[in-house]
């Protein structure tokens, strides 16, 4: 079971959906990296709209649906595990933006919910 409370990290790295890494979506491998390298978590979101430096703006908008919608995975852990994350990044991240912010945790407890006892 995983627990972190207090200060730490919150990595997002902004990417389009139809980046790639060796033929696979580039979100996937920097969730898979961010599992091996032993992160809490890592959630991957898509965006409904979005536009970025090439000012080409994005949208599920059916009369002008994109094949490139904005991606976003966000990892939140400990400042020293999210800083030795960072050099793999370097290697993936070749056009997007990844910011790094300080958050508090107020709570998380990570592992299997146990329905029985209430935990969901």
Known sequence: MTFISGPALRLQVFVGESDQWHHHPLYTEIVHRAHAAGLGGATVLRGIEG????????TTRILSLS??????????DTEKKIRGFL??????????????????????????????????
């Open 51 to 58: 536009y970025g430096r090439s000012n080409h703006v994005h």
């Open 87 to 120: 050099p793999q990044l370097d290697e993936l991240v070749t056009g997007g933006l990844v910011i790094v912010d300080s958050v508090e945790v107020e709570r998380y407890v990570g592992g299997v919910a146990d329905v029985s006892k209430g935990d969901a």
């Open 67 to 76: 094949e490139d919608l904005p991606v976003v995975v966000t990892i939140v």
